[in-house]
Nanobody, 122 residues
Framework: QVHMAESGGGSEQAGGSLRLSCAVS??????MAWFRQAPGKEREFVAA????????YYADSVKGRFTVSRDNAKNTVYLQMNNLIPEDTAVYYC?????????????????WGPGTQVTVSS
């Protein structure tokens, strides 16, 4: 049984930083990703990392500010968020897939975490 636990969300001022973590148990996954959903908006891709290639992918809106990484020994994926802006306010979700399907598609992912709130004030 797969269990996912996110942590690290909270409130921060614009320009500040937060680090999200997502610990996964019950399976090994090639692609680990972060999505987010702001109030009244659809869930959107943020960042992903592939175990097989080491490749990292980012949404244009977070390139240069966010960094996705993973610790395979701990089966954990991280999202370092720097230079936060109010538009980053959302619930952030960790997602994993066994394979290498399209990393930006919500439907590519088999398992999802419960989400963690990130609020950025101006």
């Amino acid at each position: 049984q797969v269990h996912m636990a996110e942590s690290g969300g909270g409130s921060e001022q614009a320009g500040g930083s937060l680090r999200l973590s997502c610990a996964v148990s019950g399976g090994t996954f090639n692609t680990m990703a972060w999505f987010r959903q702001a109030p009244g908006k659809e869930r959107e891709f943020v960042a992903a990392t592939r175990r097989s290639s080491g490749t990292r992918y980012y949404a244009d809106s977070v390139k240069g500010r966010f960094t996705v990484s993973r610790d395979n020994a701990k089966n954990t994926v991280y999202l370092q968020m720097n230079n936060l802006i109010p538009e980053d306010t959302a619930v952030y979700y960790c997602a994993v897939q066994v394979g290498s399907k399209h990393y930006w598609y919500i439907s590519s992912y088999e398992y999802w975490g419960p989400g963690t709130q990130v609020t950025v004030s101006s």
